[in-house]
């Protein structure tokens, strides 16, 4: 996990610019996620979801949020749309240079238990993002 500062959410797994955030620990029944892009990364995204190890048949899937009006503006973040690819994966467009950062609001499940990941590429770099995913929904709390 890394430390986001002052931004709500203010934690996020990856090394950057591209981080998982939402929650601090996943269910295969799915639960709200948010992709949150540095301020001083303004180009494109493309974000891909794979599985590690297990027979490969397993997906992510990675869904916009049901209602836009459940998502809460942050101070400091821009709620951006995704597009959705072919391939299950999200395709954010850039964006004007700005002090903001991105985030992008959806739903992320697995049809299966096991260890996870999200492939983002932007202009310059390419960034792995790995989780472990539960069994079943989310406990609460």
């Known amino acids: 996990m890394t430390d986001l500062g002052s931004l709500a959410p203010n934690y996020g797994a990856g ?14 029944g799915g639960q709200a996620t948010i992709l949150m892009v540095d301020s001083q990364y303004s180009g494109p995204l493309l974000v891909r979801t794979f599985q590690l190890g297990g027979n490969g048949k397993s997906t992510v899937t ?22 959705h690819t ?6 954010l467009g850039a964006v004007a240079p700005t002090s903001f950062w991105r985030a992008w609001y959806g739903l992320l499940s697995t049809d ?6 999200l ?14 995913v539960n069994p079943g929904t989310s406990p609460g709390g």
């Open 119 to 132: 492939q983002v590429d932007g202009d310059v770099f390419t960034e792995f993002i790995l989780f472990v």
């Open 86 to 91: 072919t391939g299950g994966g999200l395709y």
């Open 112 to 117: 299966s238990r096991g260890c996870f990941g």
């Open 62 to 83: 990675l869904a916009d949020f049901p209602s836009p009006d459940l998502i809460k503006q942050e101070h400091r973040v821009a709620v951006v749309p995704a597009l």
């Open 15 to 28: 090394v950057g610019p591209a981080y998982l955030s939402g929650q601090d620990s996943w269910y295969s």
